[in-house]
């Protein structure tokens, strides 16, 4: 397309599952945040995995989120993760993705429990009362969370976001 009608970005909601020898990773691309259905799946095994060391959890999941993205990063200007993107004063997975993207793509976090002293925006979606987490790079929490909020889906979790948790825990 030409300067004048420049080719849309995508967003990307990304997780991971772990196996005993390896981890699959799983992004779903779409062009608008009402989306119902991805545009398009992609799904990586990965292995070998880094072990789980608490409180570094990045160092397990960020490579797999890296390898699953690589294909697609030119065209995504949002990244949407299971988790925060801010812990406190440090810094979560999300804010680590940031970096590791070149903070060319906001990231978007996005967690189903509370974590003290997380600058958390809460989200309330669906019939349930316990609301969302959301923290965000490269946006506004306020601005990430109204995305969340308009995200296909009448249930606590956006469609999408169960849509790449069960495509690789299925996978």
């Given at each position: 397309?030409?300067?004048?009608?420049?080719?849309?970005?995508?967003?990307?909601?990304?997780?991971?599952?772990?196996?005993?020898?390896?981890?699959?990773?799983?992004?779903?691309?779409?062009?608008?945040?009402?989306?119902?259905?991805?545009?398009?799946?992609?799904?990586?095994?990965?292995?070998?995995?880094?072990?789980?060391?608490p409180g570094e959890f990045y160092r397990r999941e960020l490579p797999c989120l890296l390898?699953?993205?690589?294909?697609?990063?030119?065209?995504?200007?949002?990244?949407?993760?299971?988790?925060?993107?801010?812990?406190?004063?440090?810094?979560?997975?999300?804010?680590?993705?940031?970096?590791?993207?070149?903070?060319?793509?906001?990231?978007?976090?996005?967690?189903?429990?509370?974590?003290?002293?997380?600058?958390?925006?809460?989200?309330?979606?669906?019939?349930?009362?316990?609301?969302?987490?959301?923290?965000?790079?490269?946006?506004?929490?306020?601005e990430a969370a109204g995305h969340i909020r308009e995200m296909h889906g009448e249930y606590?979790?956006?469609?999408?976001?169960?849509?790449?948790?069960?495509?690789?825990?299925?996978?």
């Amino acid at each position: 397309m030409s300067e004048e009608h420049p080719v849309p970005f995508l967003k990307a909601c990304v997780d991971v599952d772990y196996r005993e020898q390896e981890a699959v990773s799983a992004c779903l691309l779409f062009g608008r945040w009402e989306a119902e259905r991805p545009t398009r799946t992609l799904v990586e095994r990965i292995a070998p995995v880094a072990p789980y060391v608490p409180g570094e959890f990045y160092r397990r999941e960020l490579p797999c989120l890296l390898a699953t993205l690589r294909p697609f990063i030119s065209l995504v200007d949002v990244v949407i993760v299971d988790g925060y993107v801010w812990l406190g004063e440090a810094l979560g997975l999300g804010a680590r993705l940031y970096e590791a993207l070149g903070r060319r793509a906001a990231v978007i976090g996005v967690a189903k429990s509370a974590f003290h002293g997380a600058p958390a925006t809460s989200v309330q979606r669906g019939p349930g009362r316990r609301p969302l987490y959301v923290t965000a790079a490269g946006m506004s929490a306020e601005e990430a969370a109204g995305h969340i909020r308009e995200m296909h889906g009448e249930y606590r979790l956006p469609t999408l976001l169960r849509q790449v948790d069960q495509l690789c825990r299925r996978a």
